[in-house]
């Protein structure tokens, strides 16, 4: 390998280790040979989300200008032309080796740019469009890393995994995207509660919830359940040797709503974190458990809502 490919696995998986705490204890879990490929995932999305996030004090055309400039050197890539970047080379070893769905890469840079003009979603239909982007094909990137026993079968538990896990996020994150403008709870969940967008605001202001808030969080966490619950026979048809890394995440994210159910759905009082010491015991659990183990889907004793 030569020194700009290994310099860019590294800077991937610099990003990985700094931003994807959780992920990344998981995927320690993996043979050697197949983490970096997942850095280099991990790389990529993060960065395009770096350029949509941490750039906020710049002009929307400009950050949108800077989005499309990076996708461009990446399309370049892809079709053979040197890429001077840090991470991209990386990306595209990874692709290439894997012979990776390059639509699904496409899909996500169309998400990632809707983040820069789109701040909340109309239905759970709308969010689900912008998921299958931004959530959805991140599974069925990692899937041929991964490997299986029967890559069909799991293809689609593989997106509904990232469904889980990025509506996970949105619960835990509310009070975060708030400070960006947007909100990725649906509006028409949001009518169902009689909560508005000042209401979450307000509570955020607070530091504390209020009982529809609460109602309308604890909604959204049974329909995570029901990606959950929807993910969960995938983890089983995954390569031996992948399984405790998949196992681990999707215990760890799957405690993030366990957090949030413990803290009475408040997500404005305090970030939902997953204790270490925790982390650490569900990793050495998923190492000793038998492969063809099933999972044990997360989240509090409730009817979970039906995945659309």
Same mark, same amino acid.
């Given at each position: 390998?030569?020194?700009?490919?290994?310099?860019?696995?590294?800077?991937?998986?610099?990003?990985?280790?700094?931003?994807?705490?959780?992920?990344?204890?998981?995927?320690?879990?993996?043979?050697?040979?197949?983490?970096?490929?997942?850095?280099?995932?991990?790389?990529?999305?993060?960065?395009?989300?770096?350029?949509?996030?941490?750039?906020?004090?710049?002009?929307?055309?400009?950050?949108?200008?800077?989005?499309?400039?990076?996708?461009?050197?990446?399309?370049?890539?892809?079709?053979?032309?040197?890429?001077?970047?840090?991470?991209?080379?990386?990306?595209?070893?990874?692709?290439?080796v894997f012979d990776l769905d390059r639509a699904d890469f496409a899909s996500f840079l169309t998400?990632?740019?809707?983040?820069?003009?789109?701040?909340?979603?109309?239905?759970?239909?709308?969010?689900?469009?912008?998921?299958?982007?931004?959530?959805?094909?991140?599974?069925?990137?990692?899937?041929?890393?991964?490997?299986?026993?029967?890559?069909?079968?799991?293809?689609?538990?593989?997106?509904?995994?990232?469904?889980?896990?990025?509506?996970?996020?949105?619960?835990?994150?509310?009070?975060?995207?708030?400070?960006?403008?947007?909100?990725?709870?649906?509006?028409?969940?949001?009518?169902?509660?009689?909560?508005?967008?000042?209401?979450?605001?307000?509570?955020?202001?607070?530091?504390?919830?209020?009982?529809?808030?609460?109602?309308?969080?604890?909604?959204?966490?049974?329909?995570?359940?029901?990606?959950?619950?929807?993910?969960?026979?995938?983890?089983?048809?995954? %390569?031996? /040797?992948?399984?405790?890394?998949?196992? !681990?995440?999707?215990?760890?994210? +799957?405690?993030? @709503?366990?957090? #949030? &159910?413990?803290?009475?759905?408040?997500?404005?009082?305090?970030?939902?974190?997953?204790?270490?010491?925790?982390?650490?015991?569900?990793? %050495?659990? /998923?190492?000793?458990?038998?492969?063809? !183990?099933?999972?044990?889907?997360? +989240?509090?004793? @409730?009817?979970? #809502? &039906?995945?659309?």
């Open positions: 390998m030569d020194t700009d490919l290994t310099a860019a696995y590294a800077r991937c998986q610099d990003l990985h280790q700094r931003h994807g705490r959780t992920y990344y204890l998981a995927t320690r879990l993996l043979p050697a040979w197949k983490r970096r490929h997942v850095h280099a995932l991990y790389g990529f999305t993060r960065y395009a989300d770096e350029i949509v996030d941490r750039t906020e004090n710049l002009p929307p055309a400009e950050r949108a200008a800077r989005l499309d400039e990076w996708s461009a050197r990446f399309v370049a890539g892809l079709h053979g032309e040197p890429v001077d970047d840090p991470l991209l080379p990386a990306v595209l070893h990874t692709i290439a998400s990632m740019a809707m983040d820069l003009t789109v701040m909340s979603y109309p239905t759970y239909d709308d969010l689900l469009d912008y998921m299958e982007g931004s959530a959805a094909v991140i599974g069925t990137m990692m899937l041929p890393i991964l490997g299986s026993s029967d890559p069909v079968a799991a293809r689609e538990p593989a997106r509904q995994l990232g469904f889980a896990f990025q509506l996970t996020n949105f619960i835990r994150d509310v009070a975060e995207d708030l400070d960006r403008g947007r909100t990725y709870l649906p509006d028409e969940d949001l009518a169902k509660f009689a909560v508005t967008r000042g209401d979450l605001l307000a509570a955020k202001a607070q530091g504390c919830t209020t009982p529809r808030i609460r109602e309308l969080i604890e909604y959204e966490v049974t329909r995570a359940q029901a990606h959950y619950a929807a993910a969960a026979p995938g983890i089983t048809l995954l %390569a031996p /040797a992948s399984q405790a890394c998949m196992r !681990t995440a999707y215990a760890l994210y +799957g405690g993030i @709503l366990d957090e #949030v &159910a413990a803290q009475g759905y408040d997500v404005f009082a305090r970030r939902a974190r997953v204790p270490q010491r925790r982390r650490m015991a569900v990793a %050495a659990r /998923a190492l000793l458990t038998p492969i063809g !183990t099933p999972v044990v889907i997360p +989240g509090p004793a @409730l009817t979970p #809502v &039906a995945v659309s």
